[in-house]
């Protein structure tokens, strides 16, 4: 247990607004092993965005810590200073829209050397004033990595600005922003849904060759099967702020156990013949149903699932599941 | 960006030509005898039928207009009816005090509208962006006569701590004629008794015509800054570890001030029409009191010859504009 790089214990978060208190992440729990990539799946609106952001020590403007640990080995992320320390430095992050995410009156060159800035690298001489001779260091990194990145000709990309590239070389520069600092865990919010499907497969294939080569533990979000089994190590389920069912690639996709892990695979259209879906819809934060969130919505509900919330119990398989109706099998 | 500079220039031509010819027809059907101004009021009809004769007033006004385009192209622009002396002397006497009030009304307006403006978007919702909100309301509905009235009735008849009206004290000798902006000359002559008192006579001038525009440029500056601080870059620049003023200053700054920048290339021109009423109230012998006066005495010559500088300047502004958001912003580089 204690070798885990990232563990997320029994997070629950709330955001009082002027609908008033969305409990947006409640028990939220699964843990990150060093240079295994783990997927986050669930639908939009789930929290997955919500709990990236508090890993990184940046919770909802608002947000309330009602329970729960996140710790990066050992260390306090929920503290905001602690997490200032290991954001950026040990903790990389690789964000959605690639179209979005830089300033676009900035080189992509200085954009990323400002990363580097203010984490350093950790080679870096101890205390030493930010000057030319590592602005350099940090300059000749940086080509490093967006050369391991396939940028072409990555000298001259530094000074250029971020419209004259594609989506794709974008997102490649964003992900040698987050190697670049050489974390050990890099957190990537659907690093894939901004681009086409042939760009996607690219990235995706760079993402697992990098996390393997830089052995570096990747905390994946995304909503699509597919991406899970291609990149995936092991993947935790949310349902509505709730962490379902956590398991490996196989266990979950293979034989999934928590009601709403199945259907949510059946939508996937390259898993079913005919577009299903699942009835209903996700209740709102806002108004909570009791006990399992997921339960207005599931063929197996029972008065048990409504009247308190299933723990998220250890499987014999090895997998962590919140389901009372699979709790015999544990 | 030099191709770019020629074409701007080049089109400002037919922009002028066809302010002029407005201007010209305006003028000419407005129903005032310019010659009628330039002999006097002991002329008798046939000193002014010679005085049309010898101006050419008789031709028909296509002839007119055109005569008064050659001329002008070799920089006669005829004599004032008014000074006697010719429209072309008088101006570059009256240029630099407008240029003078105009530019330090302009750098004002920038500097505090965007200081304002960033402060009240870094804070969002606080009681300073309430206040500049409001200031902003205020100034923004403030005619610029009235609030130069109230100026000079604060300041120079209560307080009494700054001059009433003109450039420099009475009698007191203008520094050495270098570019005409005494504030300039005086500086690099060394009298800084005259720089200061320069200063002291440009504050209230200078504020009343800004007034709108530091309330333009600030709200223009707010909603940019507060735009970029939500913006999906800035949230990325925080989850990679930028330090919070890092990303202000200047990620999120310098991005937040494309918007303003062209809102000041506009409110140029507003700046000026503003100068024609602040000059008349502080006696600055600048173009915009002179523009009065032509007005005023129906001295045509006078009037065409303002008209084209001061859209020639309006036009050149323009041009500094879109340079300095070419700076700002690589798109529009490209475009350039
Ligand atoms: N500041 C906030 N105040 C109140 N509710 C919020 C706030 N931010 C997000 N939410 C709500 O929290 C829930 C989770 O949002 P989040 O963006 O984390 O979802 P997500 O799983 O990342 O979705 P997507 O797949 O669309 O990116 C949503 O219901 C959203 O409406
Ligand atoms: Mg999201």
């Given at each position: 247990?204690?070798?885990?790089?990232?563990s997320?214990?029994?997070?629950?978060?709330?955001?009082?607004?002027?609908?008033?208190?969305?409990?947006?992440?409640d028990?939220?729990?699964?843990?990150?092993?060093?240079?295994?990539?783990?997927?986050?799946?669930?639908?939009?609106?789930?929290?997955?965005?919500?709990?990236?952001?508090?890993i990184?020590?940046?919770p909802?403007?608002?947000?309330?810590?009602d329970?729960?640990?996140?710790?990066?080995?050992?260390?306090?992320?929920?503290d905001?200073k602690e997490?200032?320390?290991?954001?950026g430095?040990e903790?990389?992050?690789?964000?959605?829209?690639?179209?979005?995410?830089?300033?676009p009156?900035?080189?992509?060159?200085?954009?990323i050397?400002?990363?580097l800035?203010?984490?350093?690298?950790?080679?870096?001489?101890?205390?030493?004033?930010?000057?030319?001779?590592?602005?350099?260091?940090?300059?000749?990194?940086?080509?490093?990595?967006?050369?391991?990145?396939?940028?072409?000709?990555?000298?001259?990309?530094l000074?250029?600005?971020?419209?004259?590239?594609?989506?794709?070389?974008?997102q490649?520069?964003?992900?040698?922003?987050?190697?670049?600092?050489?974390?050990?865990?890099?957190?990537?919010?659907?690093?894939?849904?901004?681009?086409?499907?042939?760009?996607?497969?690219?990235?995706?294939?760079?993402?697992?060759?990098?996390?393997?080569d830089?052995?570096?533990?990747?905390?994946?979000?995304?909503?699509?099967?597919?991406v899970?089994?291609?990149?995936?190590?092991?993947?935790?389920?949310?349902?509505?702020?709730?962490?379902?069912?956590?398991?490996?690639?196989p266990?979950?996709?293979?034989g999934?156990?928590?009601?709403y892990?199945?259907?949510?695979?059946?939508?996937h259209?390259?898993?079913?013949?005919?577009?299903t879906?699942?009835?209903?819809?996700?209740?709102?934060p806002?108004?909570?149903?009791?006990?399992c969130?997921?339960?207005?919505?599931?063929?197996?509900?029972t008065?048990?699932?409504?009247?308190?919330?299933?723990?998220?119990?250890?499987?014999?398989?090895?997998?962590?599941?919140?389901?009372?109706?699979?709790e015999?099998?544990? | 960006?030099?191709l770019?500079?020629?074409?701007?220039?080049?089109?400002i031509?037919?922009?002028?030509?066809?302010?002029?010819?407005?201007?010209?027809l305006?003028?000419?059907?407005?129903?005032?005898?310019?010659?009628?101004?330039?002999?006097?009021?002991?002329?008798?009809?046939?000193?002014i039928?010679?005085?049309?004769e010898?101006?050419?007033l008789?031709?028909?006004?296509?002839?007119?207009?055109?005569d008064?385009?050659v001329?002008a192209?070799?920089?006669?622009?005829?004599?004032?009816?008014?000074?006697?002396r010719?429209?072309?002397?008088d101006?570059?006497?009256?240029?630099?005090?407008t240029?003078?009030?105009?530019?330090?009304?302009?750098?004002?307006?920038?500097v505090l509208?965007?200081?304002?403006?960033?402060?009240?978007?870094?804070?969002r919702?606080?009681?300073?962006?309430?206040?500049?909100?409001?200031?902003?309301?205020?100034?923004?509905?403030?005619?610029?006569?009235?609030?130069a009235i109230?100026?000079?009735?604060?300041?120079?008849?209560?307080?009494?701590?700054?001059?009433?009206?003109?450039r420099?004290?009475?009698?007191?000798?203008p520094?050495?004629?270098?570019?005409?902006?005494?504030?300039?000359?005086?500086?690099?002559?060394?009298?800084f008794?005259t720089f200061?008192?320069?200063?002291?006579?440009?504050v209230?001038?200078a504020?009343?015509?800004?007034?709108?525009?530091?309330?333009?440029?600030?709200?223009?500056?707010?909603?940019a800054?507060?735009?970029?601080?939500?913006?999906?870059?800035a949230?990325?620049?925080?989850?990679?570890?930028?330090?919070?003023?890092?990303?202000?200053?200047?990620?999120?700054?310098?991005?937040s001030?494309?918007t303003?920048?062209?809102?000041?290339?506009?409110?140029?021109?507003?700046?000026?029409?503003s100068?024609?009423?602040v000059?008349?109230?502080?006696?600055?012998?600048?173009?915009?009191?002179?523009?009065?006066?032509?007005?005023?005495?129906?001295?045509?010559?006078?009037?065409?010859?303002?008209?084209?500088?001061?859209?020639?300047?309006?036009?050149?502004?323009?041009?500094?504009v879109?340079?300095?958001?070419?700076?700002?912003?690589p798109?529009?580089?490209?475009?350039?």
């Open positions: 247990m204690s070798d885990d790089i990232l997320v214990r029994d997070l629950k978060l709330s955001v009082k607004g002027d609908a008033g208190l969305a409990q947006i992440l028990h939220v729990d699964f843990a990150v092993k060093p240079g295994e990539v783990m997927g986050l799946v669930g639908e939009s609106g789930c929290g997955k965005s919500t709990l990236i952001r508090t990184l020590g940046l909802p403007k608002g947000a309330r810590i329970s729960g640990t996140v710790a990066f080995r050992g260390r306090n992320l929920l905001p997490a200032q320390q290991i954001r430095r903790i990389g992050f690789i964000p959605q829209d690639p179209f979005q995410a830089f300033n009156v900035f080189t992509v060159g200085a954009q050397l400002e990363i800035r203010w984490s350093g690298l950790p080679d870096d001489p101890k205390g030493a004033r930010y000057d030319k001779s590592l602005r350099a260091r940090h300059k000749a990194r940086l080509i490093e990595v967006l050369r391991a990145v396939q940028i072409p000709d990555p000298e001259e990309a000074d250029r600005y971020p419209h004259q590239f594609s989506g794709g070389q974008r490649r520069i964003l992900i040698a922003g987050a190697l670049a600092t050489r974390p050990s865990l890099i957190l990537a919010d659907e690093p894939t849904t901004a681009l086409d499907v042939t760009t996607q497969m690219q990235i995706l294939r760079l993402l697992r060759e990098l996390a393997a830089y052995n570096v533990a990747m905390l994946f979000v995304t909503h699509d099967f597919g899970v089994a291609q990149i995936c190590d092991r993947v935790s389920v949310m349902y509505a702020g709730q962490t379902v069912e956590t398991g490996t690639t266990q979950i996709i293979d999934p156990r928590h009601p892990t199945g259907m949510l695979m059946a939508c259209p390259e898993r079913s013949t005919e577009i879906g699942i009835p209903g819809q996700v209740s709102s806002l108004t909570p149903p009791p006990g969130r997921f339960a207005p919505r599931c063929p197996r509900a008065e048990a699932c409504t009247s308190a919330r299933p723990g998220l119990l250890n499987s014999r398989d090895g997998r962590q599941l919140a389901c009372v109706h699979e015999e099998f544990a | 960006m030099l770019f500079l020629i074409r701007r220039l080049i089109l031509i037919p922009v002028l030509l066809g302010l002029l010819l407005l201007t010209f305006m003028l000419r059907l407005g129903g005032n005898d310019p010659a009628a101004a330039i002999a006097g009021d002991n002329a008798t009809p046939e000193m039928e010679r005085i049309r010898d101006l050419g008789n031709d028909p006004l296509p002839v007119q207009f055109w008064y385009l001329r192209a070799h920089g006669d622009f005829g004599v004032s009816a008014y000074s006697q010719p429209v072309g002397i101006i570059l006497d009256r240029l630099p005090a240029l003078e009030l105009t530019i330090v009304a302009l750098v004002l307006a920038s509208g965007i200081t304002f403006g960033a402060l009240a978007g870094i804070w919702n606080s009681i300073f962006d309430h206040t500049v909100r409001v200031v902003s309301v205020a100034g923004l509905a403030t005619a610029s006569f009235w609030f109230m100026l000079q009735l604060v300041f120079s008849m209560g307080l009494e701590i700054l001059p009433l009206r003109g420099l004290p009475t009698g007191w000798t520094p050495p004629d270098i570019t005409g902006l005494y504030l300039v000359d005086s500086l690099v002559t060394g009298q008794a200061w008192y320069a200063f002291l006579h440009l209230m001038p504020v009343t015509i800004s007034l709108g525009g530091i309330a333009t440029i600030a709200r223009f500056t707010r909603s800054v507060v735009a970029a601080m939500h913006s999906e870059y949230a990325y620049e925080q989850a990679v570890g930028y330090p919070r003023r890092r990303i202000l200053m200047p990620y999120v700054l310098r991005n001030l494309v303003p920048v062209t809102q000041i290339g506009l409110l140029f021109g507003a700046f000026v029409s100068a024609v009423a000059e008349s109230v502080f006696d600055w012998p600048g173009l915009g009191s002179y523009l009065v006066e032509a007005i005023f005495t129906s001295d045509f010559n006078a009037v065409l010859a303002v008209t084209l500088v001061i859209g020639a300047i309006y036009g050149v502004v323009n041009i500094l879109d340079m300095t958001q070419g700076l700002l912003d798109r529009v580089a490209e475009t350039m």
